[in-house]
């Protein structure tokens, strides 16, 4: 029959080729923190939300 896999740890998914734009890792550990602090893009709102911070905190960090 069906098996039923059940994940208690978070999962983490990175595409390979993103990692090549060292600009892009930037976006990626920032967009994953905001994970970790509780954003999401379960809607869309939530998603307009997180983009917005991403990118401020991008450029933040750009300016260093």
């Known amino acids: 029959g069906p098996k039923i896999i059940v994940e208690t740890e ?3 998914y990175l595409n390979k080729k993103l ?9 990626l550990l920032i967009h994953g923190l905001l ?10 709102n939530d ?5 917005s911070l991403e990118k401020r905190l991008v450029r933040k ?4």
């Open 35 to 44: 994970h970790l602090v509780g954003f999401t893009h379960d809607k869309k």
């Open 47 to 51: 998603t307009l939300k997180m983009q």
């Open 10 to 12: 978070p999962l983490i």
């Open 19 to 27: 990692l090549a734009d060292p600009g892009r890792l930037e976006t």
């Open 61 to 64: 960090l750009n300016k260093r």
